[in-house]
C-alpha cells in the first residue's frame, strides 16, 4: 500500500515489469513497508547532487501504460492509474534524495577551511579578552602605554579574524538559502557534509551580510559586527577609566 492505493501481489509484479524503463537508474530496491502505508527505496549507488536532477517520464506514449478510459477496460484504467501513481512517488522520493544530496555537496564546496578560521577566531577573542581583562589588574598600573598597545593589536586581530571568518560564512549562508526547501535543517545538512562542529559556528541569514551597517541593537549580526560591537564595549570602558581617573594611568 503506498497511500491510500492497495496493491496486490500479481499488480505488483506486473507494474514492476511495464514500469522498470521508467524507473530511476540507480533504483534498486522498491517494496511496501512492513507495517503502515509507504514504500521502502533503495538508491544505489546514492544521488550525489552532482547529476541531473530526476525528471519523472511521461507515460503517455507508452501503449501499456498510457491513459485507458475507465468504461473502455476498467481493469487496465485502475491499473496504468496505480502506475502512473506509483511513478511519481518513486520520482518524487528520488528527487527529494538528489535535493538533499545536492545541499551536501554544495556545503563541502564552500566551507573549506571555515573550521581553521573558527578556531583562527576563536583563539583571537581569547587574546584580547584576556587583554582586557589584564588592564583591571592593579599590575598593568605598571606598564600601562605597553599593556594598552597590546589590546589594540589583539583588537585588531580580532576584527580580522571575525571579516576571514565571515567570508566562509556567507558562502554557507548562501548555501543554506538556495537549499532553504529541502528536507535537511541547515544543522543536519552541515553534519551530513562532515562538520558536526559547525553548529557552534556563528553564521546568519544571508541578507545580513548584504547589509552596509548595523545598529548596536540589530539581532544576530554577522560575526564581524559582534567583534566590533566588543572592541566598542572595551573602548567605551578605557574612556571611562581615563575620564574618572584624568589620566591614561
Not at 59 to 76: A, I, N, S
Not at 214 to 232: K, M, N, Q
Amino acid at each position: 500500500m503506498f497511500g491510500h492505493t492497495t496493491i496486490t501481489a500479481d499488480e505488483a509484479r506486473e507494474l514492476a515489469e511495464r514500469l522498470a524503463p521508467y524507473f530511476p537508474a540507480n533504483l534498486k530496491t522498491l517494496e511496501g513497508r512492513q507495517y503502515g502505508p509507504g514504500l521502502d527505496y533503495t538508491f544505489d549507488p546514492p544521488f550525489t547532487g552532482r547529476e541531473k536532477e530526476p525528471e519523472q517520464p511521461s507515460l503517455k506514449d507508452d501503449p501499456r501504460l498510457c491513459y485507458v478510459p475507465g468504461d473502455q477496460d476498467p481493469v487496465e484504467h485502475r491499473l496504468r492509474e496505480k502506475a502512473l501513481q506509483l511513478l511519481t512517488y518513486v520520482y518524487e522520493e528520488a528527487s527529494r534524495r538528489w535535493r538533499d544530496a545536492a545541499y551536501i555537496a554544495d556545503l563541502k564546496d564552500v566551507v573549506q577551511d571555515a573550521p581553521a578560521r573558527w578556531a583562527a577566531y576563536q583563539q583571537a577573542l581569547a587574546t584580547a579578552t584576556q587583554a582586557a581583562a589584564y588592564l583591571r589588574t592593579p599590575k598593568a598600573h605598571t606598564e600601562w602605554m605597553p599593556a594598552v598597545a597590546r589590546l589594540v593589536d589583539a583588537q585588531q586581530a580580532l576584527v580580522a579574524a571575525a571579516d576571514r571568518f565571515d567570508e566562509r560564512a556567507e558562502l554557507i549562508a548562501r548555501a543554506h538559502h538556495k537549499h532553504l526547501y529541502t528536507d535537511l535543517s541547515a544543522e543536519q545538512a552541515l553534519k551530513a557534509a562532515g562538520y558536526p562542529e559547525a553548529s557552534g559556528w556563528t553564521i546568519t541569514d544571508v541578507e545580513e551580510y548584504e547589509r552596509g551597517g548595523y545598529s548596536d541593537w540589530h539581532p544576530c549580526p554577522p560575526l564581524t559586527e559582534i567583534a566590533r560591537r566588543l572592541v566598542a564595549a572595551q573602548e567605551e570602558h578605557l574612556a571611562t577609566v581615563r575620564r574618572l581617573t584624568g589620566s591614561d594611568a
